[in-house]
């Protein structure tokens, strides 16, 4: 099992506000991510990041960004909160690569709950 | 590129069988099995590599048919506790990322 913590587990706040969701695991994992899910919907893919300096964007496009100055703190900026970003976001880590022959895969922290008002 | 889950949602009695498929569209480097309850975190199952290795859960077993690009998931005997929504993640490309699908909703009743 991986520890990923993530905070603030539940945040509502006003419109035009900047937020920053934060994101820490203990694994030691070079590879983070930061997906979002709408409730009872699938998993969106918004950034992820091979390790330290490494910054990239997902299959869904978000306002949102990144940025992974130390290998295991991997935060989320929201400059300006829309009620559009009302969503759970959450942040995982694996080893590199996936595939790999030991067979690596994704570990999720619990969530943080973004609610814009 | 989003893998393709059925069925969309499944509701068993304690004890039934029950058996969920991810395809896809492109070939496939391995496939992942999380479930997610309500308001938790998608938890991992079992993962599934080209070759036919499996890490994973004892008490549920899966399968991967590389040439035909999917994947199942068999649960035998459910219990209560398997209710949630399981999800498949497959591997593509070169990023070694997951795309997940949309889930499979299961129910198992007393």
């Known amino acids: 099992e991986a520890d990923i913590y993530q905070t603030p587990r539940y945040l509502v706040i006003g419109t035009g506000k900047k937020i920053t969701l934060e994101c820490s695991q203990t694994?030691?994992?070079?590879?983070m991510y930061w997906y979002q899910q709408d409730p009872g919907m699938e998993l969106h893919l918004i950034h992820y990041?091979?390790?330290?300096?490494?910054?990239e964007k997902g299959d869904l496009s978000s306002e949102s960004t990144v940025s992974r100055i130390r290998t295991e703190h991997f935060p989320l900026t929201l400059e300006s909160a829309r009620p559009s970003h009302t969503s759970q976001y959450l942040c995982?880590?694996?080893?590199?690569?996936?595939?790999?022959?030991?067979?690596?895969?994704?570990?999720f922290g619990e969530g943080s709950w973004l609610t814009v008002v | 590129q989003q893998p393709v889950q059925s069925p969309q949602a499944v509701i068993l009695r304690e004890g039934e069988d029950a058996v969920i498929n991810c395809s896809s569209s492109?070939?496939?480097?391995?496939v992942h099995w999380y479930r997610q309850k309500h308001g938790e975190a998608p938890v991992f199952l079992m993962i599934?590599?080209?070759?036919?290795e499996q890490k994973g859960h004892e008490k549920i077993s899966a399968s991967f048919n590389e040439k035909k690009q999917q994947s199942s998931l068999y649960l035998t005997a459910s219990q209560l506790s398997y209710s949630g929504t399981y999800f498949c993640?497959?591997?593509?490309?070169?990023?070694?990322?997951?795309?997940f699908g949309k889930g499979t909703k299961l129910s198992v009743k007393p």
């Open positions: 694994m030691g994992h070079d590879k």
């Open positions: 492109k070939a496939l480097y391995s």
């Open positions: 990041s091979y390790g330290v300096n490494s910054t």
């Open positions: 995982a880590s694996s080893e590199y690569p996936l595939s790999s022959l030991t067979g690596n895969t994704i570990y």
């Open positions: 599934l590599l080209k070759g036919g």
């Open positions: 993640g497959t591997e593509m490309g070169s990023q070694g990322n997951l795309i």
